[in-house]
């Protein structure tokens, strides 16, 4: 079948149909994935500044907190309010306090660097020693920041004062830190104080706070006071940062944004103000999403290709049986010129109609039932079946059975209605014939009736179980006619006849029954008996033999069907007739000799027998039968005749069979590799019925036709596996096969293994 017939595109679209129903469906459950995984891993960030912020900002509370203990120390408390005489200062003090607040820094990395200025001595204390400030300027400070800036800086009030990022020198090395300054005593307001704790944060241990955003994502991030002033940047430079804030696109106020490929995350502190930034790689943040991604596009891949692979299967598999039909029906349906668009409606409007007719056709055979049923007896009787198989058939055909093979042929005549051919008198026959049938049928016993005129009904009794035939079987018939009898008189005032010929014990004996009861009804009527009358009670002189026409047509077409058997007893049975029952004269057997002989000189004169090889001798043998032998030696002269007739029959029949058979081998052979061919092309090509070649096939060869092709397939497949010029499907295609997977199955189930395990063994 062609892969692109619309039946196949047909399936293969339904099938792509579903298949993409659970990919849409797949679909929206990988974007849902992909949306949560990424709402985790933005999740996770936010709260992983968070930390790094409440961390940053808890260092920074100890920092104050660090200030706000200075300012509650009473030793610095003494050292801020003494007065200075003659330049001396407190050395003791000073040292003594030293060793006070040196603790602090060994807690916090944010103390590590910090001095305390008093302006009564104009003196920095710093870890272990004293300076001046001018000294400390040129040991420590803030590289952008001239001595006269910074002294004024020192003596102004200050009240928990950030300064900026900025980068300072100390001791020759250069670094950034923010500057918390804070003057002693907290309630210093006017223009100088005291005393100033200057604590320099370096951003390094800012920076150490948030390295994971850099060293784990890859990231940046940076920190600004409520001023905008920079207080800390890692992995970003300040114009970038200023890039950032200056682009219209990013919003501020968003805690979480995408900008360019990076994930921004941006907090506010609500206790100094300052704003955190943090960006992400949109990679980073996308790992785990996209890993869920790879593997869904994967899985989804695989699954799509997998299916559509199933589809075009299925599709293939479904669609050839369809389009074999659809390929017959246009054969017998479709007209000439005309396309078929629509396959299924085609396939439906047809079937439909074949569907009608065959009720339509149910109907009208069950309507005439009756009628088959009656004409199959009158056949019956009249002897026109050759073999036993034909009536067999003809009885299934008629829903005709028969319960045994034993019983008796009776005629019932109608008295009375001799000589009267009026329409009323017809009418009137007609009904008496249904009321005898009525009351027959009303017996529930097998009795099998059919008319044979206006005033007569024949009347097959078969005795039940095939019990035997004698006297039990004669006192049933007479126990029915008498039944008959009385019924007919005493309720409609009919009188009848019943003549009875002898007892059958097989179905083609029933003619012969018939005849003796027709003959023994004219007995009847000429000895006016209206009573049963049995043939063996009727038996008188005879001047004449017994071999009516129609049995001799029957002698001539049963030697012409081959069946030997029935004509033999056909003989038998004329024999039987006209030497223990008619008493025939010397003269009579003379003649009836004569006719045998005559019908058989007939018989070979006929094409079938003249073509013959042994027409001679079988000339021959029917001249040389001799009226005055023994009847004994004639029957069997005679039997072997018919034996010999037969045999030429067979034999034609044979000779005529072999050669159809031959006619179907070639065109196997000539046509195995059509996928189309069946049981129907092959009737077609021999011009005979599908199931008459079957059975002949199957008689002469001993297998079936479907067995022969597939032997003639795998003979040419084996050699073709042999030759290894060809695949497995290219072999398939070529040896009449629909599908690789049916070569597959039918050559394992032939030859016990695959077509592949063949090839690799040989």
Request: include cysteine.
């Amino acid at each position: 079948m062609p892969r692109y017939s619309g039946i196949f595109r047909k399936f293969l679209i339904s099938y792509l149909f579903i298949l993409i129903i659970p990919s849409l469906a797949g679909y929206v459950s990988y974007r849902t994935s992909i949306a949560v995984t990424q709402s985790m891993s933005i999740e996770n960030s936010v709260t992983e500044l968070q930390k790094s912020q409440e961390t940053l900002e808890r260092r920074m509370a100890e920092v104050v907190s660090f200030t706000r203990q200075l300012a509650l120390n009473q030793d610095l408390n003494v050292l801020m309010s003494e007065e200075v005489v003659k330049g001396k200062m407190n050395v003791y003090g000073m040292w003594d306090l030293m060793k006070q607040v040196t603790p602090f820094s060994q807690t916090n990395d944010f103390l590590q660097n910090y001095f305390i200025y008093f302006s009564n001595y104009n003196v920095i204390l710093s870890k272990g020693s004293t300076y001046r400030p001018k000294y400390y300027y040129e040991v420590s400070h803030f590289k952008n920041m001239s001595w006269e800036e910074w002294e004024e800086l020192l003596n102004k009030t200050h009240r928990s004062v950030i300064l900026p990022l900025q980068p300072v020198t100390s001791d020759g090395k250069e670094y950034a830190a923010i500057s918390y300054m804070q003057s002693l005593p907290l309630d210093s307001f006017s223009g100088s104080s005291p005393a100033t704790v200057v604590v320099m944060i370096d951003e390094k241990n800012i920076s150490n706070l948030l390295s994971g955003w850099t060293e784990r994502y890859g990231g940046w991030t940076y920190i600004r006071d409520a001023e905008g002033n920079p207080i800390s940047l890692q992995g970003i430079s300040q114009s970038e940062v200023k890039e950032i804030s200056s682009d219209p696109t990013f919003l501020q106020e968003e805690q979480s944004q995408y900008y360019k490929d990076d994930l921004v995350i941006t907090m506010q502190s609500k206790t100094n103000g300052w704003v955190y930034q943090a960006g992400i790689p949109k990679k980073v943040i996308m790992e785990n999403a996209n890993k869920i991604k790879y593997i869904s596009w994967f899985v989804t891949g695989i699954a799509l290709l997998l299916g559509l692979i199933a589809g075009l299967l299925l599709s293939y598999r479904n669609s050839a049986p369809l389009h074999k039909l659809l390929t017959v029906m246009k054969e017998q349906f479709a007209k000439d010129g005309v396309p078929v668009r629509n396959e299924y409606d085609f396939l439906h409007g047809n079937i439909s109609q074949m569907m009608m007719k065959n009720k339509r056709l149910e109907t009208e055979l069950t309507r005439q039932l009756p009628l088959i049923r009656d004409g199959f007896l009158k056949r019956l009787i009249m002897g026109e079946f050759q073999t036993v198989d034909e009536i067999v058939a003809a009885a299934t055909q008629a829903n005709t059975l028969f319960p045994s093979n034993m019983g008796y042929v009776a005629v019932l005549q109608i008295n009375g209605y001799t000589g009267m051919d009026s329409v009323e008198v017809l009418n009137e026959l007609h009904a008496a014939r249904l009321i005898l049938t009525q009351m027959l049928d009303n017996r529930k016993e097998s009795i099998l009736l059919t008319d044979v005129g206006s005033d007569r009904i024949v009347m097959i009794y078969m005795n039940p179980d095939d019990e035997v035939i004698g006297d039990m079987g004669r006192s049933r018939m007479e126990q029915v006619a008498d039944h008959l009898f009385q019924m007919a008189y005493s309720e409609y005032k009919l009188k009848i006849s019943v003549a009875v010929g002898d007892s059958f014990s097989t179905i083609q004996d029933i003619t012969h029954s018939y005849e003796q009861a027709k003959q023994t009804l004219e007995y009847a009527i000429l000895n006016n008996r209206d009573y049963i009358v049995w043939f063996s009670d009727s038996k008188v002189e005879s001047g004449s033999y017994y071999y009516p026409m129609d049995i001799e047509q029957r002698l001539i077409s049963t030697i012409r069907a081959g069946d030997d058997q029935e004509a033999k007893r056909i003989v038998k049975s004329i024999m039987d007739k006209n030497i223990d029952n008619q008493h025939l004269s010397v003269e009579m057997k003379l003649q009836l000799v004569s006719e045998i002989r005559g019908t058989l000189i007939k018989l070979i004169n006929q094409k079938v027998f003249a073509e013959s090889a042994s027409f001679d001798e079988l000339h021959q043998q029917i001249m040389s039968i001799q009226p005055t032998n023994e009847m004994a030696s004639i029957k069997n002269e005679i039997e072997q005749i018919i034996q010999d007739l037969c045999r030429v029959i067979m034999r034609k029949k044979n000779h005529n069979h072999t050669r159809m058979i031959e006619q179907i081998k070639t065109y196997i052979s000539s046509n195995f590799a059509d996928q189309e061919l069946n049981l129907y092309r092959i009737a077609e090509q021999v011009e005979r019925p599908e199931k008459y070649i079957s059975q002949i096939f199957k008689d002469v060869t001993g297998t079936n036709v479907s067995d022969y092709l597939e032997q003639v397939r795998m003979e040419v497949a084996v050699l073709l596996l042999t030759q290894k010029d060809y695949s497995v499907d290219e072999i398939s295609s070529r040896t009449g096969y629909n599908s690789s997977h049916s070569f597959r199955r039918a050559f394992k189930r032939v030859m016990g293994v695959s077509p592949s395990s063949y090839r690799q063994s040989m």
